[in-house]
């Protein structure tokens, strides 16, 4: 047990416990928490300050509302219904078109209204929430996801995490939805991770349930090569989310849409250490390396470039 804790320590893997006690509870004033938590908070603050995010159609806060979610929904053949404080991609609803009186999911599956108003009244009671506080339920533009991840992504949209430390880049990966995560970019629920160089946007190795794999489980295309499109626009988002949000240890996942390109998703002020693995690389090692610089840059854009000098060759 020793021998296995020093070996991961000497290649600089980062554990749970030196994650909470040297980095989120040091780096992030627990005043901040609600502007992540929240998805509703964090939308609306991206807004305020420019950053690119799906478009919100509605807002249901009260099971008085459910009564309007019909009349809203007419006006929109896809759309996307989550939770504003889920987690782990839990209660998101994705409707990808129409068919006569149903509301169509990306499998094909046809939904009546009242399975939609139902769906919308659980996350009302906070069934699907941080905690079980009562929620809201937002509303917004369904994601068409770029064609560069069409050979290797199962009917959902893939997530790009990014792992900021202190305003700067240090870590990302790419979630691949797959058959067993039901089209969810979630790892927990089967789908892949691909990481990514900072310094290229450019793909490295796969992860999935914790096994290196070097192809899609479902296509069997390869991970590694696959070239991030807008790859300085997505550090510069991620490296941005620092002022937006005052968290010095923070993940930022984004997606690329085909039209819009590069949408801020969601924030996380506890991500989770399996970056690590999908790049094959310890975080400790890259976060002592900003730690090392004793004067920062005041700007994303600096803050990017220092990224990519920091971690070229690592």
């Known amino acids: 047990m020793i021998g296995t804790w020093l070996?991961?320590?000497?290649?600089?893997?980062?554990?749970?416990n030196a994650r909470n006690r040297a980095y989120v509870m040091r780096r992030n004033p627990r005043r901040r928490y609600p502007l992540?938590?929240?998805?509703?908070?964090?939308k609306r603050l991206a807004i305020e300050a420019g950053i690119s995010v799906p478009e919100l159609y509605g807002v249901m806060e009260t099971e008085h509302d459910l009564a309007s979610l019909g009349q809203l929904l007419s006006s929109y053949s896809e759309f996307v219904i989550k939770p504003a404080r889920g987690s782990g991609g839990s209660g998101v609803l994705v409707?990808?078109?129409?068919?006569?009186?149903?509301?169509?999911?990306?499998?094909?599956?046809?939904?009546?209204?009242?399975?939609i108003v139902y769906h919308a009244s659980n996350i009302l009671s906070g069934i699907y929430s941080l905690g079980g506080v009562t929620d809201n339920a937002m509303i917004?533009?369904?994601?068409?996801?770029?064609?560069?991840?069409?050979?290797?992504?199962?009917?959902?949209?893939?997530?790009?995490?990014?792992?900021?430390?202190?305003?700067?880049?240090?870590?990302?990966?790419?979630?691949?939805?797959?058959?067993?995560?039901?089209?969810?970019?979630?790892?927990?629920?089967?789908?892949?991770?691909?990481g990514i160089e900072i310094?290229?946007?450019?793909?490295?190795?796969?992860?999935?349930?914790?096994?290196?794999?070097?192809?899609?489980?479902?296509?069997?295309?390869?991970?590694a090569g696959l070239q991030i499109p807008t790859w300085p626009r997505l550090l510069e988002?991620?490296?941005?989310?620092?002022?937006?949000?005052?968290?010095?240890?923070?993940?930022?996942?984004?997606?690329?849409?085909?039209?819009?390109?590069?949408?801020?998703?969601?924030?996380?002020?506890?991500?989770?250490?399996?970056?690590?693995?999908?790049?094959?690389?310890?975080?400790?090692t890259r976060l002592d390396a900003i730690d090392r610089v004793p004067n920062l840059p005041s700007t994303p854009a600096d803050r990017v470039q220092l990224a990519v000098e920091l971690f070229r060759n690592s």
């Open 140 to 194: 917004e533009y369904r994601v068409r996801v770029d064609p560069i991840f069409n050979p290797v992504s199962y009917q959902g949209v893939p997530d790009i995490r990014l792992l900021v430390y202190r305003g700067v880049p240090t870590m990302g990966m790419v979630r691949l939805p797959t058959r067993q995560s039901d089209g969810k970019a979630n790892l927990h629920q089967g789908a892949v991770g691909v």
């Open 7 to 16: 070996a991961l320590r000497s290649r600089g893997i980062l554990g749970l």
């Open 237 to 284: 988002l991620g490296a941005r989310c620092f002022e937006l949000t005052g968290l010095g240890y923070l993940g930022v996942d984004i997606v690329l849409d085909r039209t819009h390109g590069p949408l801020l998703l969601e924030l996380n002020a506890r991500p989770g250490l399996g970056i690590q693995i999908a790049n094959h690389r310890g975080l400790k």
């Open 95 to 115: 409707i990808d078109g129409r068919r006569k009186d149903l509301f169509v999911k990306p499998d094909g599956r046809g939904l009546p209204l009242s399975e």
């Open 199 to 223: 310094s290229s946007g450019m793909t490295t190795k796969g992860v999935w349930h914790n096994r290196t794999v070097a192809e899609h489980p479902d296509f069997g295309v390869p991970l």
């Open 36 to 42: 992540v938590d929240d998805k509703l908070k964090t």
